[in-house]
């Protein structure tokens, strides 16, 4: 029997997958059971940062599987703490906390603000509209989209929603009584929308004033996938802590959040714990992950491929400027607004052998594996004007 209905018959129907029956990756590519190749800009959804069968990340895991693949947190792990070194040399932060997913980062900071709120007197936390935290009863509660909410209502008290990227209702939501702002510095699901300057000063100025926290949600935007190893050092504001995964574990289900000094030591012994979290087969491929991702040069392709990337697109956008509205994002997370016909153009593309998916309702997200080469992103760029011609010329 075809897989599909297999899938149909055995999930839960929340998905909507690609009609590929998936034998492989390799690089950047995928590959189906005839052999049918499809460049990958989708990635495991900012996942595969190294594409796919990356010598590095196939080496940790071979050396660790000789080891062990899961103790739990009753017992202090090398490659867990070689990871969390590295990561907190790589930012200002003092400590970490290691999950298995991002949604499990969002969950743990939400708990660890809420103490830390409980002890200063505060309450209130802001989260901006169109955002996307995560689907657990605490992150949907911070994901201010009616589509994801609605159904599952109420959720946490004391949540304050801003629209996006409005300084106005921000400095007037704002008081002694906020607690912390969770931002994402370029929404991913709500359409690779980066938050402006201005408001990223507003944030800042009103933490200056008012003592709250600031949380940025770097799921999406970390581990290189804007340019700098994590986005908040593109925009002058350091926050006070950040939730990371996708990229993090290469491939296999890794996140953590990391604090500052002020936050550090608000868990006592008990008070969070984990039974996967931190899994050493995932730190593994997490480690190696991390050490060429953080290497500045590096990170210098990637925002080079980027730049070459977003041309391409701002010259698409000029011959369609009937269909495409907008173009945005950093480094390798890009994104083409269209004013109809997204899931039509993903569709079309994917027949065409490129994958990418829709966020935001309207925007073709682009998210490829990091390693990608300008020879991948031109025949992408091909497969879209193809792709663009064939429907809209
Ligand atoms: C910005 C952001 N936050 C949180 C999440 C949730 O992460 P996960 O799916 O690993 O639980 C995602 C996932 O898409 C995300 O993009």
Redesign the pocket.
């Known amino acids: 029997m075809d897989l599909f209905p297999r899938a149909q018959k055995s999930y839960i129907p929340v998905y909507k997958p690609f009609h590929i029956d998936v034998d492989k990756g390799k690089g950047v590519y995928l590959y189906d059971k005839d052999g049918t190749c499809y460049l990958d800009f989708l990635a495991g959804?900012?996942?595969n940062a190294l594409g796919y069968q990356h010598p590095a990340i196939n080496e940790a895991i071979l050396k660790q599987v000789k080891r062990n693949l899961h103790l739990s947190n009753y017992f202090v792990q090398d490659v867990q703490v070689d990871l969390a070194e590295r990561l907190l040399a790589l930012t200002p932060f003092s400590k970490l906390f290691f999950t298995?997913?991002?949604?499990?980062?969002?969950e743990g900071l939400l708990k660890l603000v809420k103490k830390w709120g409980n002890e200063h007197n505060k309450k209130e936390i802001i989260a901006f509209s169109g955002?996307?935290?995560?689907?657990?009863l605490g992150?949907l509660s911070i994901?201010m989209q009616e589509k994801h909410q609605k159904h599952f209502l109420p959720l946490l008290p004391n949540i304050i929603e801003v629209p996006f990227d409005d300084t106005a209702a921000f400095e007037a939501a704002i008081n002694e009584n906020t607690l912390a702002v969770f931002y994402?510095g370029i929404?991913?699901?709500?359409g690779v929308r980066p938050v402006s300057r201005f408001m990223l000063e507003a944030m800042k100025a009103g933490r200056d004033q008012y003592g709250y926290l600031l949380i940025a949600?770097?799921?999406?935007?970390g581990v290189g996938r804007t340019g700098s190893f994590y986005y908040y050092e593109q925009t002058g504001l350091i926050p006070d802590a950040i939730?990371t995964?996708?990229g993090l574990g290469g491939g296999l289900?890794l996140?953590a959040f990391l604090v500052n000094e002020k936050l550090q030591d608000v868990f006592l012994s008990g008070q969070h714990g984990t039974t996967y979290g931190g899994n050493p087969l995932a730190c593994a491929t997490g480690l190696a992950t991390v050490e060429i991702i953080s290497q500045k040069l590096f990170l210098d392709r990637i925002q080079q491929k980027g730049s070459y990337f977003k041309g391409l697109l701002y010259e698409l956008a000029n011959d369609f400027s009937d269909i495409v509205s907008d173009v945005r994002g950093e480094g390798l997370m890009l994104g083409v607004e269209v004013r109809n016909n997204a899931l039509d153009i993903m569709d079309t593309a994917f027949k065409n052998g490129l994958l990418f998916n829709i966020a935001g309702g309207n925007t073709l997200r682009f998210i490829p594996p990091l390693i990608i080469e300008q020879s991948d992103i031109d025949t992408a760029y091909e497969k879209i004007r193809l792709t663009f011609k064939s429907l809209f010329r």
């Open positions: 959804i900012a996942v298995n997913s991002g949604t499990e980062a969002i955002s996307f935290h995560g689907r657990s992150a994901t994402e929404t991913g699901e709500g949600d770097e799921i999406q935007t939730a995964a996708k289900p996140g």
